[in-house]
């Protein structure tokens, strides 16, 4: 933490810990209620599906690709913050396959009440790591609230034809994801005062490094669906992509990565509310082994702030994609497959 002040930000926040989305049958709820946005051409993906971000095309061999992204504090140290909630949201536009281009920082701040310098570390930590994904931030708005809360728009650009949608896979493909999961009861443990420093590095190491290895790494193969894993969790956001492929999924259970400790934990009661709002909404949409326990389930569903690329990759590059990823550094691991059998269904075996 900034010698400057020695509030604990994560103190700040009302949710506490785990940086949740509004919940995916709360979020339909709303939309059902909406006019249908008027069709446009030129909008590649756009609110009809449920993917990372939108993708507008400007010409025959030009897109952006637009996405936003903020939340509560979910670690202490302001620098820390700024680089997770940058990462978080450049993510979408790696998820998508795009190069985040520019940002705009959206911010909101108690700024009567808390150190300014506290604020100046939020936005250095982000400045950083735009520029470690090679991006210009151009702007931003900021708000002053009692609540701190910090994230950013960002554009990116793609190649019409080189879009990766959540809603691609085939069946045979190998699913291999590229971070750890258990980072929402991680980060509510910090705020419990259930974690060690060094845990609360190793979270906050995950959570700040950039995707941008991964899809650069995944940019040379057939990537048939991809999507990051983030608020809806592991078995949220590979729904999405059962249902948006007409697919099945299966998930090895034992080849899931976790963060150490993620069960022990839970088991102390640890759990956000947003991983269990998660498991509510994909219950009856995925069979678990009569054996697994709640807390596992749980696990599975557990709200990520920051995660990993899932991606959906033919069964023939699936060894050497695994292996071009893992040499050039990331965490990656083969954790399922893509069935033909029970389409808009995962099964965790």
């Not at 940002?103 to 930590?125: C, H, M, Q, W, Y």
């Not at 291999?176 to 420093?197: A, D, F, H, Q």
């Not at 057939?222 to 007409?246: P, Q, W, Y």
Request: charged share 20%; hydrophobic share 40%.
């Amino acid at each position: 933490m900034a010698e400057t002040n020695q509030i604990k930000l994560t103190s700040l926040s009302s949710k506490g810990g785990c940086g949740c989305k509004i919940g995916p049958a709360d979020l339909v709820q709303v939309l059902r209620e909406l006019p249908p946005a008027a069709p446009n051409p030129d909008v590649l993906v756009g609110l009809d599906t449920s993917d990372d971000a939108g993708v507008y095309r400007l010409n025959d061999d030009l897109a952006i690709v637009q996405t936003v992204d903020f939340f509560t504090p979910i670690v202490d140290d302001p620098y820390s913050f700024g680089q997770v909630a940058a990462a978080n949201a450049i993510s979408d536009i790696y998820a998508m396959g795009g190069k985040p281009l520019t940002a705009l920082n959206i911010v909101a701040f108690p700024i009567s009440s808390l150190d300014k310098n506290i604020l100046t570390e939020i936005l250095r930590g982000a400045g950083d790591k735009l520029q470690e994904a090679g991006a210009t931030l151009v702007g931003g708005h900021s708000i002053d609230d009692k609540e701190p809360k910090f994230g950013l728009a960002v554009t990116g650009i793609i190649h019409p034809e080189k879009i990766r949608t959540n809603a691609g896979a085939k069946p045979g493909d190998q699913l291999i994801l590229t971070k750890p999961i258990g980072v929402g009861i991680t980060t509510t443990s910090i705020k419990r005062g259930l974690v060690t420093e060094e845990e609360i590095a190793n979270v906050t190491k995950v959570m700040a490094t950039l995707n941008k290895t991964a899809a650069e790494t995944m940019a040379s193969y057939n990537i048939h669906a991809c999507t990051d894993v983030t608020g809806f969790g592991l078995l949220g956001h590979s729904l999405e992509m059962a249902k948006g492929s007409r697919t099945g999924l299966s998930i090895y259970k034992d080849q899931v990565p976790v963060l150490p400790r993620v069960r022990e934990l839970a088991e102390a009661g640890a759990v956000p509310g947003g991983t269990k709002n998660n498991f509510a909404h994909i219950k009856e949409d995925v069979t678990f082994p009569t054996a697994m326990d709640q807390i596992d389930q749980w696990i599975l569903c557990d709200a990520v702030t920051s995660g990993g690329l899932l991606m959906a990759v033919s069964s023939e590059d699936a060894k050497s994609l695994l292996s071009d990823l893992q040499s050039a550094g990331v965490a990656a691991a083969v954790i399922g497959e893509v069935t033909e059998e029970h389409p808009g269904h995962i099964t965790v075996l």
